[in-house]
């Protein structure tokens, strides 16, 4: 291996923040140089659309490690910094300071909220959701007795949605498709997910397909969907899924592809350039894949930290992830959506189960709420697909 004495890494996201950490526990002791744009510590970002907008004291508890943690891990953090361009050698940043030649390259960029082309700020009172500051921002809104329309229900939208609900919200939830949480759960559970949310007083709407907005002079926004339906909103949050933050790539002339292309070491097309988490497009199941869950980045940062030193295994990790909502607490993990056979142990709608997807006799995923225990067991009856 070629004498590796300064790794730079952009981006202080999990998988960046999990890639510097792991350099030092494989022994590393050359320079670890962490970059990120936000001016915070690398912090839990699953933590934003619950924790930290239920109580502003929670902030203070997101920090992956504090100021002289770091330190200690002799991990220099460039924070509110920004990597103009970079070459095979050097990277370059906006404010000014000189160049820093580098070894190895880790792009973490991340990725960031996908926008409606229809509907920006201008509009009125629209946020979305993915850093520190954005959660700040909507939490001084979500007022007992202010309405919050979410468009999308995903993860992060039902989320946001229980959040603002036991804040005392009037809240809607308007989803295109046909059931909310369709790129997570089969349709059983996902009709469960739904009439919890109900049951709370959240209105869920889908197959609505939203067509404009009109800002009103009280300060409300209206959303327009094609059938001549109206809702108001003192605060409009779009959480229509993520798209990968690849303009530093494309810039070196990295090959991109919705995320930058990488190979099971997580090596780019430029050598001596890898990158890692929701950014990086992966080789898995014959084809390439994006994850966008934080255990993903996690272990992606972790596997991709050890072929920075030319070592490491192929990245063949089984995608999980969690959600909480309300007292809820659900467990996923391989691919459950589309099963021919579901098994069921317990009640859904109770949120005390266990449920096995089958395709074609083969267990290929697992979803589970109430049983932490029994969902680390069937997590190891799955393989990752290679």
Wanted: charged fraction near 20%; proline fraction near 7%.
């Amino acid at each position: 291996m070629p004498d590796v004495r300064t790794i730079v890494i952009a981006g202080t996201g999990v998988a960046g923040a999990t890639a510097a950490l792991t350099l030092r526990k494989e022994g590393f002791d050359g320079r670890v140089v962490l970059v990120g744009e936000e001016p915070h510590l690398p912090y839990r970002r699953p933590a934003l659309s619950k924790d930290v907008l239920r109580d502003p004291a929670q902030t203070g508890r997101i920090w992956l490690k504090s100021a002289a943690a770091w330190e200690s891990e002799n991990i220099e953090l460039l924070t509110g910094t920004r990597i103009s361009t970079f070459d095979t050698d050097t990277v370059s940043f906006e404010d000014g300071r000189a160049p820093l030649p580098y070894d190895r390259l880790l792009l973490a960029t991340g990725s960031s909220p996908r926008p409606l082309p229809w509907l920006s700020e201008a509009d009125g009172p629209v946020v979305a959701l993915r850093s520190l500051a954005d959660a700040e921002a909507l939490r001084a809104r979500l007022v007992p007795g202010a309405s919050l329309v979410v468009v999308g229900a995903g993860l992060v939208g039902l989320e946001v949605a229980a959040t603002a609900r036991q804040l005392g919200c009037e809240v809607t939830v308007l989803e295109a498709g046909a059931r909310p949480l369709a790129r997570v759960l089969p349709a059983e559970l996902s009709e469960a997910v739904t009439a919890l949310h109900r049951a709370r007083g959240v209105a869920v709407h889908t197959r609505v397909a939203l067509r404009g907005a009109s800002p009103l002079a009280d300060g409300r926004v209206a959303l327009h969907d094609g059938d001549g339906r109206s809702w108001l909103a003192d605060t409009v949050l779009v959480a229509v899924g993520t798209r990968p933050r690849t303009e530093l790539a494309e810039r070196a002339g990295l090959r991109v592809e919705d995320g930058i292309v990488v190979d099971a070491y997580g090596r780019t097309s430029m050598p001596g350039v890898h990158a890692a988490g929701d950014v990086a497009r992966y080789p898995s199941g014959g084809g390439l894949v994006r994850g966008e869950h934080w255990s993903h980045a996690q272990d992606h940062g972790a596997a991709v930290a050890a072929a920075l030193l030319d070592g490491g295994s192929p990245y063949r990790a089984l995608p999980w992830s969690w959600t909480n909502q309300y007292d809820v607490t659900l467990q996923i993990c391989g691919d459950p959506t589309s099963p021919d056979d579901l098994r069921i142990d317990g009640d859904p709608t109770t949120f005390d189960f266990t449920a096995v997807a089958h395709q074609a006799g083969r267990p290929v995923g697992a979803v589970a709420a109430g049983r932490p225990a029994e969902f680390r067991r069937l997590r190891t009856t799955l393989t990752p697909t290679p």
